[in-house]
Structures are given as C-alpha cells and as structure tokens.
C-alpha cells in the first residue's frame, strides 16, 4: 500500500515562494503520474501540474510560469517549486500518485496561505 505524505506549506507573503515535498513510502510500480492539486477554500480541488515517471510535465493555466514541478524518482518524492505567490494560491495542496493509469493514491494535504 502506497502513502504519501506533503510538507512545506505554510503561510507566506504575496510575492513569497514556498516548496512543497511529497514523500511516497511503499513501492511504486511504473508508469506512474505523481500531480499537484489544490483546494482554494470553498471551491472544488483541481490539478495544478503534474509529471510522469520519465519526466514529462504538464501545467494548467494559470499558474503556468511561476510554478515548477519536479521529482526523484529515487527518493520517491515530488515537489512544487511555487514562487511570486498571489493570494489565490492559497489553499490545500494535495499529491496524487497514479500508477498504470488505475490505481490512484492521495495525500493528506498541506496548507498554504498567502497574505498580504
């Protein structure tokens, strides 16, 4: 059973930059997705980025050019490199494992909050 567990997040200024971890335990079998979603408050949780296993990366508009997503894949983690934060940024960050397009795995959640 795979488990993912987020770190970084926080609360930071407009302008700030955050990076969020994803650490998976267990084994991950190949090919797999890990993704970056986000929860604004009151709204629903939607993709942010997401990067396969041999590195292909996807963005959603808008966040295109101020966050990157990347991944090692011998520590098992994923990260998001957020910088120039606006207040939309803030709410739940989720990581997501896929693996072979089937089996779907989600994090608990890490918060950040941008603040003028």
């Known amino acids: 059973q795979v488990q993912l567990v987020e770190s970084g997040g926080g609360l930071v200024d407009i302008g700030g930059s955050l990076r969020l971890s994803c650490v998976a335990s267990?084994?991950?079998?190949?090919?797999?997705?890990m993704a970056w979603y986000r929860q604004p408050p009151g709204k629903q949780r939607d993709l942010v980025a997401h990067?396969?296993?041999?590195?292909?990366?996807f963005y959603k508009n808008p966040i295109l050019g101020r966050f990157t997503i990347s991944r090692d894949n011998a520590k098992k983690t994923v990260f998001l490199q957020m910088n120039s934060l606006k207040i939309e940024d803030t709410g739940v960050y989720y990581c997501?494992?896929?693996?072979?397009?089937?089996?779907?795995?989600w994090g608990q959640g890490t918060q950040v909050t941008v603040s003028s």
């Open positions: 997501k494992l896929t693996e072979r397009g089937v089996w779907e795995y």
């Open positions: 267990g084994t991950i079998s190949s090919p797999n997705v």
């Open positions: 990067i396969t296993n041999d590195g292909r990366t």
